[in-house]
């Protein structure tokens, strides 16, 4: 009987012909707009929209709707973010852009002129091995003392970890996170200061956890965050790295971030950091046309470039770490030493553009007298990193770490001249390139 009553009464729907919330029941057969569109359609289509002629128009309609879906605006507030497959692969500026259609191509668009938030969430277990490895490495927090030691320990990395990384909402498992830093670690930890530099590597742990395989944030295998803990201004790395950019020199993009940290016992704010894309990860994706060549960090006294200096620790692989070959550096070193550099000149420039971008290091070498930046080249062995371009098999400079820009505070943070005329022949990659007149002239 019940069921009879529901029939009668429209399937549920009360006997006015409205629904059970007193809306009228103004239903509508769904094919019948279809049906509608379809005439339309093949009104335009040859014979009407049948055969292989009209199945080939259709095909060729809908393809080009998907081709259009990868036109795309960038607000004046915004970053366009573009990823293969995934991948980080471009960024583009405010106004209308494209990208290839979905799925092989998506554009995010974050906002850029807000300050973005982080939470990271690290067990009390996993902090407490942290801070065991870094008293280890560097000595008691807080004692005020350098390292223990000038042993290997104090040399190495410290260990990582893992970690939940909360971002807009979404959440990233088991993320390897440590300390990072050199002169920057030992000045937080010695002084009692916990805003140390972070690294964030997305998949780290992944042979642990397989479910994390090739996780990624947004692209991003990596990420450095600077905590400008000797930069009160907090510019510096932001200001440094997008003058070098503007300038054409490959370098990290950067972004300010609010980062929370619970380390067990709840959420404590830890600071602004500034966030800095990491050059083995993404730098050499987005700004080479390939990533396959050999990237290298030197330090050191070979990274000096002085003569008889090198050896293979002081330019530590970053990229093709299997393949022992130094072979593109061992020429650099081979050809900016000749002794026809000044007798020869011309077959020397010549040779030595055939394996090195003189034009990028002249204009690194122009901006970083500049911007005063004393921690570099020309008296600190670090800070750069070097990689061969498979396209065109030259070793390319880029700079790294900008934190001690813009400031002159006497004593050894003391930048060079802007005439260089101080520099000696131990840092040869300047001096013997300013001693020719048609270098000298470029960097002028």
Known sequence: MKQKIINENNNGWNGNNQNPWGQNNNRQDFENPFDGLQKIISKFLPGGGKGWKGLFAVLLILFGL??????????????????????????????????????????????VTTVNRIDIKISK??????????EEKYGPFGS??????????????????????????KQWYQVGVRFKGNSTIRFSWNRG???????????????DYPQIDNQRFYGFKQLSMSSNAMDPSLLREKISADVFRSSGIPAA??????????????????????????????????????????????????????????????FS???????????DIIKLFEVLHRTNRLSES????????????????LKWLATNSTIQNWDSYGKMSQNYYLYNDPKTSK????????????????????????????????????????????YLKEYR
């Open 125 to 134: 277990k996993n902090w407490q091995k942290m801070m065991d490895d870094m």
């Open 193 to 207: 200061v916990w805003k140390i530099p972070l690294k964030f590597d997305f998949d780290e742990f992944e042979d």
């Open 66 to 111: 998907w081709s259009l879906s990868g036109i795309y605006r960038v607000n004046a507030d915004e970053q366009g973010v573009v990823l293969r497959f995934g991948k980080f692969t471009s960024q583009t500026g405010p106004g209308l852009h494209y990208h290839l259609p979905f799925p092989i191509e998506t554009a995010l668009t974050p906002k």
């Open 253 to 314: 993009q950067t972004a300010f971030y609010r980062v929370f940290l619970d380390r067990g016992d709840g959420q404590e704010f830890w600071g602004i950091y500034t966030c800095v894309e990491e050059v083995d990860d993404t730098v050499i994706e987005s700004q080479f046309i390939s990533d396959n060549g050999n990237l290298y960090k030197p330090t050191g006294q070979g990274a000096t470039f002085a003569k008889g200096s090198f050896s293979n620790e002081s």
């Open 346 to 361: 011309d077959n020397w420039r010549d040779d030595l553009e055939a394996i090195f971008r003189t034009d990028i290091f």
């Open 395 to 438: 070793l390319t400079w880029i700079p790294w770490d900008h934190n001690e820009a813009m400031i002159n505070a006497g004593r050894f943070r003391t930048p060079l001249s802007l005439g260089l005329n101080e520099v000696g022949d131990n840092w040869p990659l300047i001096r013997f390139l300013l001693d020719d007149k048609i």
């Open 317 to 327: 692989k970053h990229t093709n770490e299997d393949d022992s070959d130094w072979s």
């Open 144 to 169: 005020g003392m350098g390292p223990p030691n000038s042993g290997p320990s104090s040399q190495e990395n410290p260990i990582w970890v893992p970690s939940d990384f909360y971002f807009n909402g």
